[in-house]
């Protein structure tokens, strides 16, 4: 008697264990926005730099409206958080349209001022507020799409110097200058990262370090890419890509692992092919 009991006993225990493990499994694969998840594209064991230089998820395509390009991903699926982009002087947005496609690719709605004199940054401004309007608009394919609330600025050496004058508004959440002119750094309140690169002859790290990161009140990464020039970042943005898509991940999607590149274990901090500086963090 006591045998057969405690037989069904044991089977009735491995059963409910089971049904709990799956159980686990499956909400541990539950898609989150905002976080690594079952995301294919991130796997612990590379490097985060690695992981974020690769495509994301999302197909992504290209919608054309007067004044400006917008990458997103091509089938939305709400809340994807925006960043505007400004152009070197000069410079065509099809020059950074490898890294453009990137960001949509990992869920952001990118768009980019035509103009390729944006250090003022109201390009960049007016591209927050075309796209604040379409997430209103019934007519619209950004209709109730955006994370409204999670704003960010990149660009690249003009445009790097109109990132950080967009990062004034109060709308930004967060920006990334490349390569950046002078801009009002004093008064962006949002946490930045700032990129330069160690053989950029026409913005060198010593100019950015004098005029953006030294005079930045906000908490501030600096980070010099080794073997990037100025141009090296157009096209995919090389070396750079996945740490400045990390940065965008952990600030506009809550994606905490990828914030691992800056904060707690720092893996840029310890990663070789750069040299970091912070402040205010």
């Known amino acids: 008697m ?6 069904v006993l044991f089977s009735n225990t491995t059963v409910y264990v089971a049904i709990a493990c799956l159980f686990l ?15 294919p594209t991130v796997t612990p064991s590379m490097p985060i730099a690695e992981q974020y230089a690769e495509q994301g998820s999302y197909s992504t395509t290209t919608t ?23 152009n070197g002087t000069g410079a065509p947005t099809m020059g950074y349209t490898g890294f453009l496609n990137h960001l949509a690719s990992w869920g952001f709605v990118v768009i980019a001022s035509d103009s390729s004199m944006t250090g003022s940054g109201e390009e960049m401004r007016a591209g927050v507020d075309y796209l604040l309007q379409q997430h209103q608009d019934p007519t619209s394919p950004f209709y109730g799409m955006l994370d409204t609330t999670k704003v960010g600025t990149t660009g690249h050496s003009q445009g790097g110097g109109g990132a950080i004058n967009a990062a004034t508004d109060p709308r930004v959440t967060c920006s ?8 009002d750094i004093r008064n962006v309140r949002g946490p930045i990262f700032l990129v330069a690169g160690a053989n950029d002859t026409l913005v060198s790290p010593s100019l950015v370090r004098s005029t953006s990161f030294n005079r930045a009140t906000a908490p501030t990464f600096f980070g010099i ?32 692992y990828a914030g691992e590149a800056f904060i707690g274990r720092c893996e840029i901090c310890n990663d070789t092919n750069w040299d970091v500086s912070q402040k205010h963090f």
């Open 225 to 256: 890419a080794k073997g990037m020039d100025h141009m090296s970042f157009t096209g995919n943005l090389g070396l750079a890509r996945g740490y400045v898509t990390a940065w965008f991940m952990y600030h506009l999607q809550n994606d905490i």
């Open 2 to 7: 006591m045998k057969s009991l405690r037989k």
């Open 64 to 86: 054309r409206v007067s004044g400006f390009r917008i990458y997103h991903p091509h089938h939305m699926d709400g809340y994807h958080p925006i960043i505007t982009w400004g």
């Open 176 to 183: 990334a200058p490349l390569a950046p002119s002078p801009g």
């Open 25 to 39: 499994m499956l909400s541990a694969c539950e898609p989150r926005w905002g976080d690594s998840g079952c995301d």
